[in-house]
């Protein structure tokens, strides 16, 4: 692909996906201003909605590690969140603590007997129950050998039993339920917007080569003329997930939260328009509009791949809780 390749000669947004796989999208972003790619980068980290054990029952904990570090560290541990629409906020459901209609149940029973070496207990031990979809819930097990996250190490006589509670929520609330690992975008790679001021001791070409996204933009050298009302219209992201949502499909969801929040603030600001027209003018126009519910075949993701679950395993399937009763709960 060439520069001139990425322009269509309209001022639609586009997306041009150059890789696409179940952890990471890497995608040009073309058409937008600055401020709107801003937004999808901070709503994608920060408002789409995973599950994360939230509450912890530990009734037996005989193992070196204190009953706050394991649960802390069981929150860190991403759960596949795949129909996430299927499960409600806690706070929104009928029921008086937890249910299957808004959390996953993760229960762990063990206990070494063997004297000559240590129980390692991963997140493949978990069992799942009490949820509402058996694509949501499941630890996210990636590793070739089929064990999922380090949770601890018993020697003989030790054990632990504890049952963890996994809720819906968004990293606005706590970072355990933050759906990427890194959301980062580049533009105007080659400086011609004189943004930067780019240090160099001796050679600035040798010191700052082009980068692989600069070699698809002029240089400073074929710009012709400097524009002093240019602005940025072309942004090289990359999102890598952690493994509970697609990565193709979080960017998608992120680009839906963002509908709604505008959809909102439309209908706050035009409250006559809004009684005197159908409810439906002010439904945010979702990617979906026009395809499916993902945005394939719409402009929003017509370069996208729809990549099956992956991250399920069969060790797991059911939401937990986690840590309710210490300081790193999820009662923030």
């Known amino acids: 692909m060439d520069y001139m390749d990425m322009d269509t000669g309209d001022n639609e947004p586009a997306i041009n996906v150059r890789d696409s796989n179940d952890l990471n999208v890497n995608f040009i972003l073309r058409n937008v201003d600055l401020s709107l790619a801003n937004s999808l980068r901070r709503v994608v980290q920060s408002e789409v909605p995973t599950m994360a054990i939230d509450l912890v029952e530990i009734e037996s904990n005989t193992s070196v590690l204190p009953d706050e570090f394991i649960a802390h560290r069981l929150g860190l541990i991403p759960l596949t969140s795949g129909n996430i629409e299927k499960v409600q906020y806690s706070r929104d459901c009928d029921c008086d603590d937890y249910c299957e209609k808004c959390s996953v149940t993760l229960s762990l029973d063990a206990r070494c007997t063997d004297e000559r070496s240590n129980m390692h207990l991963y997140s493949r031990d978990f069992m799942v129950s009490n949820r509402a979809d058996l694509s ?83 240089t400073q050298e074929e710009q012709e003329v400097f524009d002093f009302d240019a602005t940025p219209n072309r942004f090289y992201v990359n999102l890598e997930t952690v493994g509970g949502v697609e990565a193709d499909r979080c960017f998608q969801q992120g680009i839906t939260v963002l509908q709604n929040k505008l959809a909102d603030i439309i209908s706050a600001l ?24 993902y945005g394939n075949g719409t402009s929003y993701g017509g370069g996208f791949s729809t990549h099956g679950p992956g991250a399920q395993s069969s060790y797991g399937g059911q939401r937990t809780e986690y840590a309710g009763m210490t300081s790193y709960g999820g009662n923030y």
Not at 147 to 172: H, P, S
Not at 187 to 203: A, I, Q, S, T
């Open 136 to 218: 949501v819930g499941n630890p996210v097990i990636r590793d070739p050998q089929g064990k999922g996250i380090l949770i601890a190490k018993l020697r003989k006589g030790q054990e632990i039993k504890m049952k963890c509670i996994a809720k819906k929520g968004i990293a606005k609330e706590h970072a355990k339920w933050m759906p990427t690992a890194a959301v980062g975008f580049e533009y105007d790679p080659n400086n011609l917007l004189r943004h930067l001021d780019l240090w160099y001791e001796e050679n600035a070409k040798e010191e700052w080569p082009v980068s692989e996204n600069g070699k698809l933009e002029p």
């Open 270 to 293: 035009s409250p006559e328009l809004a009684n005197n027209n159908p409810v439906d003018d002010y439904q945010p126009r979702s990617p979906g509009a026009g395809g499916d519910d």
